[in-house]
């Protein structure tokens, strides 16, 4: 709600609409109440709001610290999460008006990312030279990218546990929202009026929702090798197998299709 006023997106029945579609999107309300993953989604509004009224007037270091503070309670349960969700505000920050305010909201937002960040990141290098890779035996690359077609990913459904129906391993509600055909008609509605939102010429901020919106559809969606998927789905997966293996769970990108498609709804 707060990030569609800083927008200037929607009116305010509009924006609760909206709010309560992010909440009921399915990595939150899969995860919502049982795993830390959740945190980098639920406060990516937060890291945004910030930086939106930073670019227009006001302290660019206040801004930034801001939205530092709000990487900061995303807290190291994940780095790839964490990491995942930077793009929005970086593609914010570059489809700004070139100039000094520009400048100095990008550099201060970097120290304050890093400061952030800086207490998981050197527990997670000490982790990743000394540590037990645990990634090869808990899931591959072909399994992650299998459930992540197009039409999945604009209705939140890329990640793949919710495909899992296995005995007590099962994410009941994930496994609703594939296989209920209310659920899926439900998320198929949703994200076709929230592209229809973001098609309309008249929408503030268009140029960066339409922008963050075929990221994450790249992001999330380049390793899917079925029906219309992409045509070097192999190659991705053989990069998500070797040097991009932190980003194994490409669904970790989703709260970028979702956030910009509320915005849309809105």
């Known amino acids: 709600v707060r990030l569609a006023e800083a927008l200037g997106i929607g009116s305010a029945p509009s924006r609760v609409v ?71 505000p970086i593609l914010w920050l570059l489809t700004r008006t070139p100039g000094r305010r520009r400048r100095q909201l990008l550099s201060w937002w970097a120290l304050a990312v890093v400061l952030a960040c800086t207490w998981w990141v050197v527990s997670l290098f000490l982790e990743s030279r000394y540590g037990f890779n645990l990634l090869p035996f808990t899931e591959s690359s072909s399994t992650t990218t299998a459930t992540t077609s197009l039409f999945d990913v604009l209705r939140g459904n890329s990640y793949w ?36 939102g973001i098609a309309h010429r008249g929408l503030k901020e268009r140029n960066w929702l339409v922008g963050s919106l075929a990221v994450g559809a790249v992001l999330v969606g380049a390793g899917y090798p079925g029906i219309l998927g992409a045509p070097f789905s192999n190659f991705i997966q053989e990069l998500l197998s070797g040097p991009f293996a932190l980003f194994r769970n490409v669904w970790k990108f989703q709260p970028i299709l979702d956030l910009v498609l509320v915005l849309g709804l809105a």
């Open 18 to 88: 909206a709010a309560l579609a992010f909440v009921f999107t399915p990595p939150i309300s899969l995860l919502g109440g049982t795993s830390g993953f959740i945190l980098p989604f639920a406060l990516l509004p937060w890291v945004m709001i910030p930086l939106v009224r930073g670019a227009r007037g006001g302290s660019t270091r206040l801004a930034a610290s801001r939205s530092g503070v709000a990487i900061l309670l995303m807290g190291g349960v994940n780095a790839a999460a964490t990491i995942a969700v930077s793009p929005l």
């Open 161 to 196: 546990v919710s495909y899992d129906h296995i005995g007590s391993t099962a994410i009941q509600s994930g496994w609703e929202a594939v296989t209920s055909p209310i659920m899926i008609l439900a998320g198929a509605v949703l994200s076709a009026l929230g592209l229809f």
